[in-house]
């Protein structure tokens, strides 16, 4: 079974992908850090940049170096939204990611799961909250200026939705999650009684 987790910068996509995985006993596969993981290595100059290594549920390795922490910086934000916007690259971690949840049971978030990587997922959700909100949750995470976080939220958020390949979007069937003021273990609860639904 396979649970699709889909949304903007902030909307709480990690946090609840990994409370539901947890929840129910499946694995969790963060798309993102795959496409962060590119971008870490293109800011290097790393020779071969699609050589990332991720694991299932776990860290992100690259020419050897755990890299788990790094990916995260904002300016591997930035750049992880340019070089996702790129089909070479889009075809080459997609393929990967199909092949990482072709068996078992998985949570996978990101921006193309339940459009693009797996329009067949038994469950899909898109997960929103009001910008400002969002900027606030990474604003307090990262330790970063709001303002800061806002104005660069809102140019990824920009770049992600109008992309040509893949854009940011809900795929039809998704169940629309709005986080605003919500705490995690209520929208873990709702994503629960979906899965308990169609199981
Ligand atoms: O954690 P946050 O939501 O800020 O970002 P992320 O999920 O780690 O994704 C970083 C960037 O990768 C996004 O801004 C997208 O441009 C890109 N991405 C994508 O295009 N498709 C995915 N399935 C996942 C991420």
Redesign the pocket.
Known sequence: MLIAIDG????G??TVARAVADALGFTYL????M??CVALAELRGVEDPLGCEIELGGRVTLDGEDVTEAIRAPQV?AR??QV?ARPEV?GHLVELQREMIGNGDYVA?????GTV?APDAEVKVFLTASPQERAQRRAEQTGADLARVLAEQLE?DE??ETREH?PLQAAPDALRVDTTGRSVDEVVAEIARLVQAVR
Do not use: N
């Open positions: 903007p910068a902030g909307a996509k990690s963060d798309s993102g850090a496409y962060r934000s992880a939204s996702a889009r978030e990101g921006r193309d799961i990587v990824r770049r992600d893949s």
